[in-house]
């Protein structure tokens, strides 16, 4: 399945939850329904939501070297950010058609990292 920030259709669901705090808005929506597993960006935000809606749901969890984990978050950050803020990468992907992907993660990742 497509992941759930590329399904264009999710995207403003997903920003609700955010500016909300809330995941009630995903919630009613189904835009979960079909989905059998989730990794990563948004479900990491919402797992402790998302185990009280599926309580037999399994659960992997990574752990990782604190001071690892934030190099490696600081070096996507760095990506991130040059791919949707800065000439030519952002102009390209809106003419490639990811414009929408472009906006969802500037306010979703501006919410959570402060870029």
């Known amino acids: 399945s497509v992941p759930a ?18 995941i009630q808005p995903v919630v009613k929506s189904r835009v979960l329904d079909g989905f059998r597993a989730g990794v990563d ?6 797992y402790k ?8 749901a399994k659960v992997l969890l990574t ?3 604190p001071k690892g984990w934030f ?3 600081q ?4 990506i991130v950010h040059t791919l ?17 992907t472009v906006d969802y993660f ?3 990742w501006a919410e959570t990292l402060g870029i």
């Open 84 to 100: 949707v803020n800065t000439l030519p990468y952002s102009g390209f992907l809106y003419l490639v058609g990811l414009g929408k």
């Open 63 to 65: 752990v990782r070297d």
């Open 75 to 78: 070096g996507l950050k760095t």
């Open 106 to 108: 500037r306010g979703c």
């Open 5 to 22: 920030v590329e399904r264009e259709d999710h995207q403003a669901i997903w920003k609700e939850a955010y500016n909300s705090r809330d």
């Open 71 to 73: 190099a490696s978050m």
């Open 49 to 56: 939501e998302l185990l009280l809606l599926r309580p037999d």
């Open 41 to 46: 960006h948004p479900f990491m935000c919402w």
